[in-house]
């Protein structure tokens, strides 16, 4: 197929265009018919290739259907002889069933029909759906049922809310199978995304049949009994805000042991989503966890992601214990409880993470946790990057109330970053809750990008950690601090004015970036 890049001739926001001039209902207008006398002149594999990016473009809802592809066949002959042609143009699909559209259910099925067939029968499709405000009422359930029956050809399959009406408990009310009560396998489905109340979808029988799955994403539902998903292939496994047993996710892991590349397990205190876990949903019954579960060995996890909430602080170290991933690069920590830490001291040591480790996101962790976590640093031997977020909120608290004890916080570990000097080690102030003194040992060898996020600090020991990492002289090879990104930080009013001078000539060196989180500030990144 020929490059877009070079075979077209109207320039490559072609696309743009179409999107633009195909909401123009006059036909005179000159763009709109430059446009069409443009795409006349190209092959049909470069129409096609710009339709695709078109239709990506003009995401619309009419009666639940992706409205692109018939937009396009309008506009004149050939355009509407290159959609029919090409079945890829049919494949997204976005059904939203809802009887209030003002379009009469005949007419729905009507499109719904037309638009699967065009799709073609051996063509993958890309679904998103919500059960929502799926009606209870006859004629919509038949709707439902013809989705349904072609929903086992999805390649990529979105729920974006996967609540059923009231007294529906299963999808096979509308999808019952064949006579036999069998399914189709999802011969193509590769990831699967329920996004929010997937309770039915996760225990739908189909779903069992996917041996292609490898990217499985769900958030806000209930996992119980735990799905019997392929999880044996999974390269991506994402559970946020769900409830499951400790043991039955761990279960999952060790079937996907071989193969798993990204864990994220989000699984905050369910009492701060109102409506989620309430009516019909039950909580799993409480179990004594099993200490003598073997450990996993994930020897292809590269990416983990935890965050934690006091609510399950216990089965989040139990699951911690059970794991060892001897080649991970990336770690993110959100809001790790003071008890958490240990647990992950020692995890470092059983994986080997001084090794292997690359990135760190973290929350810093309470006071009484925080010399556990300067330790757990101390282990980072491979470290290169290191993302501290802070706590907007209590920034602001800090900023109307003195200072916070996050900042402080944040004080010590700009003292425990900073590489011993030949004049001494200066401790930190004892009216300081936090007695760390300047790090000994020097923690993160090779750290060579920083950044803080809502934070507040000190200026003076910003330079004095920033300025001992940039001129060693007995330092590891590639353990030069090159950048430090402050997001929203705020410097305490006490600074010197020969501190601001060397931050304003950091920032002209490239070596130091302030900006906002919301990126409204000029960002400067070294050369």
Not at 28 to 56: G, K, M, N, T, Y
Not at 74 to 92: D, F, H, K, M, Q
Not at 421 to 435: F, L, M, N
Request: with cysteine; hydrophobic share 40%; aromatic share 8%.
């Amino acid at each position: 197929m020929t490059s877009l890049a070079v075979a077209d001739p109207v320039q490559p926001s072609t696309a743009h265009l179409f999107h633009e001039k195909l909401q123009t209902s006059s036909i005179e207008d000159p763009l709109r018919e430059q446009c069409i006398s443009s795409a006349q002149r190209l092959p049909d594999d470069i129409l096609v290739l710009i339709f695709e990016e078109s239709l990506s473009l003009t995401m619309h809802w009419q009666s639940g259907l992706w409205t692109s592809p018939w937009l396009l066949g309008t506009v004149c002959r050939r355009w509407r002889e290159a959609t029919i042609s090409y079945p890829s143009l049919w494949s997204g699909i976005t059904f939203f069933p809802n009887e209030f559209t003002g379009i009469p259910l005949q007419i729905q099925q009507e499109r719904l029909e037309t638009l699967l067939a065009r799709a073609g029968d051996s063509q993958p499709l890309k679904i998103c759906v919500s059960t929502r405000h799926l009606p209870s009422t006859k004629p919509m359930r038949l709707l439902f049922r013809t989705f349904l029956s072609h929903i086992h050809r999805s390649k990529v399959l979105t729920v974006f809310d996967g609540k059923l009406p009231n007294g529906i408990r299963s999808l096979s009310v509308f999808h019952p199978g064949d006579h036999n009560g069998q399914f189709p396998a999802f011969q193509h489905l590769e990831a699967l995304e329920i996004r929010t109340a997937g309770d039915a979808w996760v225990q739908w029988p189909p779903l069992r049949n996917t041996p292609l799955l490898t990217n499985l994403k769900i958030s806000k539902t209930l996992l119980f009994p735990f799905p019997a998903f392929c999880w044996a292939n999974s390269r991506t496994i994402s559970l946020t805000r769900c409830r499951c047993r400790a043991s039955d996710l761990l279960e999952a892991i060790r079937l996907a042991a071989n193969s798993l590349i990204d864990l994220t397990i989000h699984n905050p205190d369910p009492h701060l989503l109102p409506g989620v876990f309430t009516g019909r949903n039950r909580s799993p019954p409480s179990l004594p966890l099993d200490d003598d579960l073997l450990v996993i060995d994930l020897l292809a996890l590269t990416t983990l992601s935890l965050g934690f909430e006091d609510k399950t602080a216990g089965e989040m170290r139990f699951i911690i214990a059970h794991l060892r991933t001897p080649r991970l690069t990336s770690l993110s920590l959100t809001t790790p409880s003071d008890e958490c830490i240990p647990s992950f001291l020692a995890f470092a040591r059983s994986s080997d993470l001084g090794a292997c480790l690359r990135a760190l996101t973290v929350n810093l962790p309470p006071s009484e946790g925080y010399e556990d976590f300067v330790e757990f640093l101390g282990e980072l031997d491979s470290l290169a990057t290191l993302i501290i977020v802070g706590d907007a909120q209590g920034r602001v608290r800090g900023l109307e109330s003195g200072r916070s004890s996050f900042d402080r916080r944040v004080d010590a570990l700009l003292r425990a970053l900073r590489w011993p000097s030949a004049h001494g080690v200066q401790e930190a102030s004892t009216s300081d809750p936090i007695h760390i003194h300047d790090n000994p040992f020097r923690i993160c060898p090779t750290l060579s990008s920083l950044e803080f996020d809502d934070s507040t600090m000190s200026l003076q020991l910003l330079k004095d950690m920033v300025r001992s990492r940039r001129h060693l002289t007995h330092g590891p090879p590639g353990s030069l601090l090159r950048s430090a990104t402050l997001k929203d930080v705020v410097f305490t009013e006490d600074d010197s004015e020969s501190s601001w001078k060397w931050l304003r000539d950091m920032e002209k060196e490239g070596v130091i970036t302030r900006s906002s989180l919301s990126g409204n500030v000029l960002t400067i990144f070294e050369g």
